[in-house]
């Protein structure tokens, strides 16, 4: 392998890495569900904003998302979480967007179980979970 192969070759696995982390968690949690048509797919995520004191919990969500790919009936299933942070992650999740689930080639409500987990800072290695 000549020089300047090798300095591309080096470039390249310098940079991929930093074109991962580019993208912003929302974009890299959406992205995770495509192709998908048997489950409600979000097209645009909301984070929550919370307190860092929040770090390692989790909030359940339960919900329907209609035909229109709107999150409807939102409940939460997480009776000991703190009220703040219940109503926090709800009003994130109100403002998200799905493509609906297809059955058929029809568009088809659904119910999602969603479980939220609170991190101190999103890096490269606290990323939304996939699928």
Avoid: C
Avoid at 16 to 45: F, Q, W
Avoid at 101 to 126: E, H, M, W, Y
């Amino acid at each position: 392998m000549n020089t300047k192969s090798k300095i591309a070759l080096s470039l390249g696995l310098l940079l991929a890495p930093l074109a991962l982390m580019a993208k912003s968690p929302e974009t890299a949690y959406v992205e995770s569900y495509h192709g998908r048509t048997d489950i409600p797919v979000p097209v645009s995520v909301v984070m929550p904003e919370v307190s860092s004191r929040f770090a390692g919990e989790q909030v359940v969500l339960e919900f329907v998302v209609d035909t229109t790919g709107k999150p409807t009936l939102l409940v939460s299933n997480s009776p000991a979480a703190d009220s703040e942070l219940v109503a926090a992650v709800l009003s994130a999740v109100e403002q998200w967007h799905f493509a609906p689930a297809l059955s058929a080639g029809k568009a088809v409500a659904r119910k999602v179980v969603l479980p939220v987990n609170i991190v101190a800072q999103i890096d490269s290695d606290s990323r939304f979970a996939l699928n």
